[in-house]
Structures are given as C-alpha cells and as structure tokens.
C-alpha cells in the first residue's frame, strides 16, 4: 500500500505562484509514473503534467511553459510549480503515482481569483 500527501494549495491572485508537493510513504525510486491530475467544480479529472520512470515529462497544452513537474528521489517526493496562475487553473489538484498499482493522494485545493 503506499499513501501520498499532498500539500501546498491556497489562494493565490492571478498571476502568482504556488508549488505543490506530494509525498510518498515509500521509496518513488520504483515508480513507472507519476502525475498531477486536477479536478476543477463541475469538470472531469483531467491530466496536469506527468514524469515517467526515465525522466520524460508530458504537460497539458494549458499548461504548457507555466507548470513544471519534478522528483525529489531523495526525499521521496513530487513537485508541481506552477508560475502565471489564472483563474482557469482552479481546481482541486492530485498527486498519482503508478508503481505499478495506481494510487491517490487526497488533493489539495487551488484557488486563482483576485
């Protein structure tokens, strides 16, 4: 079983910053994927950005050039920074992780508003 805790969301004005991080209860040396996936009211979950095991990454055209997605292998975890908020990018955001087993984290909310 392997838990994941996400953390980092809040309020943040149009424009601004926010990093998310997501940590695992186990080594993510093993993983196949990892991912952020985000969940905005009324809209289905829908894929953020993804790391694989040999470092490829793949974004959301919405987000491409403003979120980038990394690992900390030392500190098993993930990060999700993300520059140039918009209101759009409003969600609830969820840390995946594939290892193989696909798990969830709880996810933490983001708001972009002014």
């Known amino acids: 079983q392997v838990q994941l805790v996400e953390s980092g969301g809040g309020l943040v004005q149009p424009g601004g910053s926010l990093r998310l991080s997501c940590a695992a209860s186990r080594s993510i040396f093993s993983f196949n994927v990892m991912g952020w996936y985000r969940q905005a009211p009324g809209k289905e979950r829908e894929l953020v950005a993804r790391i694989n095991k040999g470092g490829s990454t793949n974004y959301a055209d919405s987000v491409k050039g403003r979120f980038t997605i990394s690992i900390d292998n030392a500190n098993d975890k993930l990060y999700l920074q993300m520059n140039s908020l918009k209101p759009d990018d409003t969600a609830v955001y969820y840390c995946?992780?594939?290892?193989?087993?696909?798990?969830w984290g709880q996810g933490t909310r983001v708001t972009v508003s002014s």
């Open positions: 995946n992780a594939v290892f193989p087993g696909s798990y």
